[in-house]
T-cell receptor, first 115, second 115 residues
Framework: QQQVKQSPQSLIVQKGGISIINCAYE??????FPWYQQFPGKGPALLIA?????SEKKEGRFTISFNKSAKQFSLHIMDSQPGDSATYFC??????????????FGEGTQLTVNP | KAGVTQTPRYLIKTRGQQVTLSCSPI?????VSWYQQTPGQGLQFLFE???????NKGNFPGRFSGRQFSNSRSEMNVSTLELGDSALYLC??????????????FGPGTRLTVT
């Protein structure tokens, strides 16, 4: 059962533009929402993460917006650069000692930033 | 601080064989999780080990097993390999789920090809 749905599957933006990737979840027990960036041949790298007690978190050009009532969260990449071209995954994990390290991932978004 | 290391990086095995993959977590991290990444199924959780105990298990057959040693290093084993087991196997480490330090850091993965 897919519990985290991610869109779009692929995204092409121009250099300097804004990239927006959306995710929706079903499980209300989720309380930690990270985003990962993966380059070909590499493992996913933690980019930024948010908890449901805040609606937005910003780190440099990367911002997470979180809507708890809609059970949706999104990643915004401002001033997108060709070096940002990668696959982006949203994920979620839940409360409790035994579930905290189990990440449920979205399907991934292939981002291409044209120069 | 050194990141998560995985060995070997690449592996080619024949159907019916077994394989053992190794993961060394970030120093001080006590939780190790394993994930399988394939183009069709995406990133899927296999299992998590903490203090040498399996704390959480994903929906994979019993051919997939793992263990964790007292120094937090972990191994996963796949017996009776099938063609569908060809994937990138990722290891992730985190500090301690009980402290809600959910940040997971991934290694580069082991690319397993079953022929």
């Amino acid at each position: 059962q897919q519990q985290v749905k991610q869109s779009p599957q692929s995204l092409i933006v121009q250099k300097g533009g804004i990239s927006i990737i959306n995710c929706a979840y079903e499980n209300t027990a989720f309380d930690y929402f990270p985003w990962y960036q993966q380059f070909p041949g590499k493992g996913p790298a933690l980019l930024i993460a948010i908890r449901p007690d805040v609606s937005e978190k910003k780190e440099g050009r990367f911002t997470i917006s979180f809507n708890k009532s809609a059970k949706q969260f999104s990643l915004h990449i401002m001033d997108s650069q060709p070096g940002d071209s990668a696959t982006y995954f949203c994920a979620a994990s839940g409360r409790g000692e035994t579930s905290g390290s189990r990440l449920t991932f979205g399907e991934g978004t292939q981002l291409t930033v044209n120069p | 601080k050194a990141g998560v290391t995985q060995t070997p990086r690449y592996l080619i095995k024949t159907r019916g064989q077994q394989v053992t993959l190794s993961c060394s977590p970030i120093s001080g991290h006590r939780s190790v999780s394993w994930y399988q990444q394939t183009p069709g199924q995406g990133l899927q959780f296999l299992f998590e080990y903490f203090s040498e105990t399996q704390r959480n298990k994903g929906n994979f057959p019993g051919r997939f097993s793992g263990r964790q040693f007292s120094n937090s290093r972990s191994e996963m084993n796949v017996s009776t390999l099938e063609l569908g087991d060809s994937a990138l196997y990722l290891c992730a480490s985190s500090l301690d789920p009980a402290s809600r330090a959910y940040e997971q850091y991934f290694g580069p993965g082991t690319r397993l090809t079953v022929t």
